[in-house]
């Protein structure tokens, strides 16, 4: 049950502590390489393009070239930006990115450091991110940066919200912040069967909290031309996006683990029983990315107070409930997707609100045909 | 309360934001450029500026012979220059009272059709990346390219034909244009509902375009917007229609309108105008008859009798006008061009009134301009 590489930091040498987190530094590194691949196949095939060929097999080595143009670029400074804020931005995006797997275990036995609280941990470190994009956009002395800046602390504070919601709710199901606690707690039948509206709220947040379609305000390319990032380029715009796919790899982790059931599996070990979960929910976020357009401010705003705050606290109550009458594991489920029937039901409303209109605009069009041709002369 | 945030108000040296909006900016369609004051993210004031591509189209037409004009008109609106083509050898024929073959007429008609269908695709494309999707732009662009390889097939060039002549066509269609026709349209149909499914009743799309950039039909009308801008706000108004030219008479299609004027109203016109489109290639294709392309003109440098005559012609993106002053030389003496996108681009003030920062980009794209036509 010993994690492997906690051996090094029971030294509680400073080597130990620094050949793990290169060790972790390294090991994500490869994970954003080939999630960049896996982004870029995918989205090729769903808009019917190849994605890269040329480079090595299937352009499996395109990832590398990338990354080797953005190192050797040139790293433009802004004459007008503050200089101190302007470099410090990233490395707190980063960070903060690459803290949250500190806690991350990826099976029963491999992680870096486990805490019982880990859960708190995540979700209290992630949101230190925020504080870089807004330096970011603000030290770059642009206003499309600024913009960028301050749409994304509206957002990713309001997102928080529901994410932490759905969070209390697994741990009161689990009875635990521990992670290893909660994977080990589905063992018999995994959270998303019994909490399918925890899920739901958790993955859409987890797009808002990444800045993913249908999410991605704070860097809109057709709006603010990438928002906080504007201004940066070479090795420092490489640190963000580095610090984007980790987010994105993390956020699919937790879905994974606080609901999928994370290395549970039959037959193979565990570490690939949970590469296949994260790699699925990562995929997903790459589909929807190449299907849907992007929500305004306002529309993103009301979404996460209107839809995912109240749905949220319902999930805590119904949790609540469960777990106060001590009811059968199937009522839960039954009462998440009545929580989910009737959003997906004001959604279904809005979305044929527009297809009887057209239908309305048919009919008049047709009329005024109809009288066209009983005209039958030329009109102007 | 309301005293505290008066006061907020009063005391605060909160100041609008400028913000510069092109001509170097991803969505705004080539070089325009908007100025925008911005009060957090609503706009209160816009400034547009244009002019960052005029080449002086107009007063190089008096310098050019008759044939060569028709290149310029080609630059125009560079995604639709058959349509352009055909409203120039329009005017000049009209000024000289000459008759096209029959064959000509309806090969100028499918192509001008195939135009609109490749130009609205491209709309679909720009649409969808400026609230967001990228998928459409991919789609659309294949279904463009189907388009253009049978363009290229043609006339022998992509984009910039120079394929209609005074008085007929440069030269008659390729052997296999039937078998690249019929193979092209059901496979457009397919490309076409395709970038319609995926967008038009996308709830995030509609979230995006509905009661968005709304116009009423009495000020769009004031503000002289025409094509599919106008039929957004339910008037019926087609030049196809309503002054019919070329061979538009012999065909049964319809004229696609809207209900609010907003800008999902505007796309769906533009979608349902491809269906039509569709439908009268389809017709003109079964009615097309045999014989010669041109007629003769008796001469190679053609001159044109004094006089000055008005042409208009549904453009894919409104109605475009060409007023031509003859002086009876082998050159014009004045050539006018009532662009559609610059009419349809004068009322961005009132639609963006009111606006967040992210509407303006979709309105912008709604109104579908081409910088090529407004700058000329």
């Not at chain 1, 230190?128 to 749409?151: D, Q």
């Not at chain 2, 911005?38 to 008096?62: A, M, Q, W």
Request: charged share 20%; proline share 5%; net charge negative.
């Amino acid at each position: 049950m010993e994690p492997l590489l906690l051996t090094y930091i029971t030294l509680s040498d400073i080597q130990g502590i620094a050949i793990t987190l290169s060790c972790l530094f390294g090991i994500l590194s490869v994970i954003v390489l080939s999630l960049t691949w896996l982004e870029r196949k995918a989205l090729g095939r769903l808009q019917q393009r190849l994605g890269p060929t040329r480079t090595g097999p299937m352009g499996l080595l395109q990832p590398i070239a990338d990354a080797i143009k953005l190192v050797v670029k040139e790293d433009i400074l802004p004459s007008s930006s503050d200089k101190a804020i302007f470099w410090v931005a990233p490395v707190i995006v980063a960070v903060s990115a690459f803290m949250v797997w500190v806690t991350i275990p990826v099976s029963e036995t491999l992680g870096v450091r486990n805490l019982e609280l880990g859960l708190l941990y995540i979700t209290a470190v992630a949101v230190v991110g925020i504080l870089g994009l807004v330096l970011a956009g603000w030290g770059s002395a642009n206003k499309y940066g600024i913009i960028g800046g301050l749409r994304s602390a509206a957002q990713l504070i309001s997102y928080e919200i529901p994410i932490i919601m759905v969070v209390v709710s697994v741990g009161m199901l689990s009875q635990s912040l521990d992670l290893r606690v909660i994977v080990a707690d589905q063992n018999p039948v995994i959270y998303a069967a019994i909490l399918p509206l925890g899920l739901v709220i958790f993955f859409i947040s987890g797009l808002a909290e990444v800045g993913r379609t249908p999410f991605d305000i704070y860097h809109a390319e057709s709006e603010v031309v990438g928002g906080p990032f504007v201004e940066y380029s070479g090795a420092h715009w490489s640190v963000f996006f580095l610090a984007e796919y980790i987010n994105t790899f993390a956020i699919a982790t937790l879905v994974t683990i606080l609901f999928l059931g994370g290395w549970l599996g039959p037959i193979l070990p565990g570490i690939v029983w949970f590469l296949i979960k994260v790699y699925a929910v990562v995929l997903v976020v790459f589909w929807i990315r190449g299907t849907f357009p992007r929500l305004r401010i306002d529309q993103l705003m009301s979404f996460a107070w209107k839809v995912m705050v109240p749905l949220a606290f319902y999930t805590i109550v119904i949790t609540a409930v469960y777990l106060f009458y001590d009811l059968p594991a199937w009522s839960l489920t039954l009462m998440s997707l009545v929580g989910l029937l009737v959003v997906g039901y004001f959604i279904y409303r809005r979305m044929v609100a527009p297809a009887k209109r057209a239908a309305e605009i048919r009919s008049r069009q047709a009329e005024q045909s109809a009288r066209r041709r009983a005209d039958s002369g030329v009109r102007i | 309360m309301p005293d505290v945030i008066n006061e907020i108000k009063n005391n605060s040296d909160s100041v609008e934001l400028l913000l510069n909006m092109g001509p170097q900016h991803p969505s705004t369609h080539g070089v325009f450029r908007m100025v925008l004051w911005i009060d957090g993210e609503k706009i209160t004031g816009v400034e547009p500026h244009i002019g960052y591509l005029h080449r002086g189209s107009e007063k190089l037409c008096e310098g050019e012979q008759y044939h060569q004009i028709i290149t310029l008109f080609d630059r125009l609106d560079y995604l639709a220059n058959f349509n352009n083509e055909l409203v120039y050898c329009q005017a000049v024929e009209k000024l000289m009272e000459l008759e096209v073959p029959e064959k000509a007429e309806y090969v100028r008609v499918i192509l001008c059709e195939l135009n609109r269908i490749a130009s609205h695709l491209l709309y679909v494309g720009t649409i969808g990346l400026d609230a967001g999707a990228m998928t459409p732009t991919m789609m659309a662009f294949r279904g463009r390219e189907r388009i253009q390889a049978l363009f290229e097939e043609i006339s022998g060039a992509r984009m910039m034909h120079n394929y209609f002549r005074i008085g007929g066509l440069k030269e008659d269609l390729p052997s296999n244009f039937s078998k690249l026709i019929s193979e092209l349209l059901p496979l457009l149909r397919e490309d076409v509902e395709e970038s319609d499914k995926i967008l038009t009743f996308n709830e995030i799309f509609l979230a995006r375009l509905k009661d968005i950039g709304v116009i009423t039909a009495e000020q769009a009308i004031s503000y002289g917007l025409t094509g599919p801008c106008l039929r957004g706000c339910g008037v019926d108004y087609d030049v196809r229609k309503a002054q019919p030219y070329s061979v538009y008479n012999r065909f049964d299609f319809e004229i696609p309108i809207g209900l609010d004027g907003d800008c999902w109203d505007r796309h769906w016109v533009r979608i349902q105008e491809m269906y039509e489109s569709l439908k009268i290639i389809e017709q003109a294709l079964e009615q097309m008859p045999d014989g010669p392309v041109a007629s003769s003109l008796g001469r190679r440098l053609i001159r044109p009798p004094a006089g000055e005559v008005y042409v208009r012609a549904e453009n894919p993106r409104g109605e475009i006008g060409v007023y031509l002053v003859s002086n009876g030389t082998d050159r014009p003496y004045r050539l006018k061009v009532r662009p559609p996108s610059f009419c349809n681009l004068s009322a961005l003030e009132p639609l963006l009134e009111n606006a967040w920062i992210a509407d303006s980009v979709v309105i912008l794209g709604s109104l579908d301009i081409v910088l090529g036509e407004v700058d000329r």
